[in-house]
């Protein structure tokens, strides 16, 4: 795996296809030496290969490996932004549900085929997917092994975005990018350029009220503008909106 610095935004990169523990740590050590640096504003996750994920190698079986990828990487502060290209599958699937924003190649390809080889999604894939699409679509998936394509994808709401013969990213978001590893990054550093502590609680907000009843998701946001509110950032912002400049975040 190699780590790339582009000022606020840090851009993972591992070698894709099958993975096997080596990558498994990799990606643990990257997110532990990430958690805590209040100077990250942006994460970007790509593979440097033809596919993210083509499975597992024989004799690896995921569940060994504790805490597992997925689990550490969900705790980041900062929005993660995954740049698919080629075959998503397994667990590198389940590690793509744990991300926030997914800009897919129009030749990508998604599936949770751990059922195929008699094995059971290990790193959160069976509780993600069920809440990341409808019921019926993620049992199908899961018990299935059925594989989709990024357009399919797109439509569930899996892919935020895939980048084609078009530069359009999002809605009313615009990059110039050739590539999906360029959108990627375009796009974390449109992130980074938003205060970090907003878009931590932000993403906190939309990850911890998902669990919640309605009732006491309303009171986490409450809770947590109230928090934002009492912030040098927050003070910073809206004097920098007065002043008609941009604004220099500090991240306190």
């Known amino acids: 795996m190699t780590i790339e610095r582009h000022d606020h935004v840090v851009v993972a990169s591992i070698d894709g296809a099958r993975w096997d523990a080596s990558i498994s740590h990799d990606l643990i050590d990257a997110a532990e030496e990430m958690v805590e640096d209040r100077s990250i504003r942006a994460v970007v996750l790509r593979s440097t290969g033809t596919d993210f994920c083509t499975g597992i190698v024989d004799g690896f079986v995921p569940a060994s490996v504790t805490p597992d990828p997925v689990s550490v990487w969900s705790r980041l502060r900062p929005p993660v932004v995954a740049a698919i290209s080629g075959a998503c599958l397994n667990v590198g699937f389940e590690m793509m549900l744990a991300t926030d924003i997914v800009i897919a190649a129009p030749t990508s390809s998604y599936a949770l085929d751990h059922l195929a080889t008699d094995q059971l999604p290990c790193w959160g894939g069976t509780q993600r997917l069920c809440r990341a699409i409808r019921p019926a679509e993620a049992t199908a998936m899961t018990l299935l092994s ?32 050739e590539t999906v590893d360029e959108a990627a990054l375009a796009l974390a550093l449109r992130l980074a350029e938003r205060g970090p502590l907003a878009l931590e609680l932000a993403k906190e907000a939309v990850h911890r009220g998902a669990e919640m009843p309605l009732r006491a998701g309303l009171r986490l946001e409450g809770d947590l503008n109230h928090q934002l509110a009492a912030t040098d950032d927050r003070a910073e912002g809206l004097q920098a909106f007065f002043d008609k400049r941009p604004p220099d975040f500090a991240g306190r």
């Open 146 to 177: 059925t594989q989709i394509n990024a357009d399919r994808a797109h439509q569930l709401g899996l892919v935020h975005a895939v980048i084609g013969d078009s530069n359009h990213l999002l809605d009313g978001l615009t990059v110039s990018a």
